[in-house]
Every structure is written in structure tokens, then in C-alpha cells.
């Protein structure tokens, strides 16, 4: 069955760096197009980056961009977003989910249970 599970997440300080990995199980991972959403309790889930299916094309939350990077490496099944100059706003619990079509379907069908990112001084 399809699992995916993040890992990485803690607490950093306003400015510091955190990698956050999502490894995938059950399924073509190399097929798919994969996203990191983000949710703060409360409020609904946050769009925050996708990446397809060879890594050549990525997007980013504006909130996000040119701090955040996403990335994949297909032999290993594994999702990557590598997080810099982070912000007490981007504390959420961050989720890898992959597309409901395989590809371009900018939505989700299988998400993991998250791992929590808490920016703090």
C-alpha cells in the first residue's frame, strides 16, 4: 500500500535551516508529481511546494520562494525540502503528498502523518 512518511522537523530558530525528507513506499515514485503542503492548527492545509516527476520543475508558495527548495531523489524514493531562513510563520505541521493522477493533477491523494516544525527563538 501507498505510505509516505516525513522526517525532520524540530524546532529552529528564526533564520536557522531544517531538511525535511518524506520517504515513499508502495508506489512508482519516479511517476509521480509530489508536493509539500503545511497545515497551522485551526486553519486548512497550506500549499507549499511541488516538484515533478524528474525534479526539472518546481513551484513555490510565494510565501516560501526563495527560501525553501524541493527536491527528489527517484533511485532512493525520497522527497526533500530543504528550508532556509525560516520564519516563526512557517511553524506548521508539514506533510509530503502525491498527485491523485500521477501528474499535473495539483491535487492530493496520499498524504503522510507529518512532522511538526516549530521556528522559535
Known amino acids: 500500500q501507498v505510505q509516505l512518511v516525513e522526517s525532520g522537523g524540530g524546532l529552529v530558530q528564526p533564520g536557522g535551516s531544517l531538511r525535511l525528507s518524506c520517504a515513499a513506499t508502495?508506489?512508482?515514485?519516479?511517476?509521480?508529481?509530489m508536493y509539500w503542503v503545511r497545515q497551522v492548527p485551526g486553519k486548512g492545509l497550506e500549499w507549499v511546494s511541488t516538484?515533478?516527476?524528474?525534479?526539472?520543475?518546481?513551484y513555490y508558495a510565494g510565501s516560501v520562494k526563495g527560501r525553501f527548495t524541493i527536491s527528489r531523489n527517484n533511485a532512493k524514493n525520497t522527497l526533500y525540502l530543504q528550508m532556509n531562513s525560516v520564519k516563526p510563520e512557517d511553524t506548521a505541521l508539514y506533510y509530503c503528498?502525491?498527485?491523485?493522477?500521477?501528474?499535473?493533477?495539483?491535487?492530493?491523494?496520499?498524504w503522510g502523518q507529518g512532522t511538526q516544525v516549530t521556528v522559535s527563538s
Open positions: 503528498a502525491r498527485d491523485f493522477q500521477g501528474v499535473a493533477g495539483w491535487a492530493y491523494d496520499y
Open positions: 508502495g508506489f512508482t515514485f519516479s511517476d509521480y508529481w
Open positions: 516538484i515533478n516527476t524528474d525534479g526539472g520543475n518546481t
